[in-house]
Every structure is written in structure tokens, then in C-alpha cells.
């Protein structure tokens, strides 16, 4: 799961760097499958 967290905050401040709009949300789902 702190893979996912570092891939998402790189993501998000990449888009951040390059001028790109970076949408807001109120919520998220997230299913686990095993």
C-alpha cells in the first residue's frame, strides 16, 4: 500500500510541476481482492 501512496503523490506532483490541472475529490473507493 506505500508503494501505491509514493506512485500517487509522484503522479500528482509531476502534473503539479508542469502547469496541469490536478482535480479535487470528497471521496475514494478502494476494493482489496486477495
Do not use: C, F, Y
Amino acid at each position: 500500500l506505500e508503494n501505491i501512496k509514493d506512485a500517487i503523490r509522484l503522479h500528482v506532483n509531476d502534473r503539479l510541476e508542469n502547469g496541469e490541472e490536478v482535480p479535487q475529490t470528497q471521496s475514494v473507493s478502494l476494493t482489496s481482492l486477495e
